[in-house]
């Protein structure tokens, strides 16, 4: 079993930086894919960023740009870098490990002047 945590959300204006970690326990941290989703009210959720086991990435359209996701293996971690934020980034954020077998709790992020 692999066990996830998120930190790093918290209230930011737009235009504004956040950056989010994630630190795994309990696995082999650097076999998986790591991803970030993240899930709005009343929206699905939805993948934002991945990284493979050998370092490549994929970024959903809508934060192409803007957003970095960058893993530490050697820390067991991944991190979101979110820069020039907007409000639509309003959002819960996910942690997930295998892209999908295994999941944080969520940390809420908050774009809002």
């Known amino acids: 079993q692999v066990q996830l945590v998120e930190s790093g959300g918290g209230f930011v204006q737009p235009g504004g930086s956040l950056r989010l970690r994630c630190t795994a326990s309990?696995?082999?941290?650097?076999?998986?894919?790591m991803g970030w989703y993240r899930q709005a009210p009343g929206k699905q959720r939805e993948l934002v960023a991945a990284?493979?086991?050998?370092?490549?990435?994929n970024y959903a359209d809508s934060v192409k740009g803007r957003f970095t996701i960058a893993r530490d293996n050697a820390k067991n971690t991944v991190y979101l870098q979110m820069d020039s934020l907007k409000p639509e980034d309003t959002a819960v954020y996910y942690c997930?490990?295998?892209?999908?077998?295994?999941w944080g709790q969520g940390t809420q992020v908050t774009v809002s002047s």
């Open positions: 997930s490990a295998g892209l999908g077998l295994y």
């Open positions: 990284i493979t086991n050998g370092g490549s990435t």
């Open positions: 309990g696995g082999i941290f650097s076999i998986y894919a």
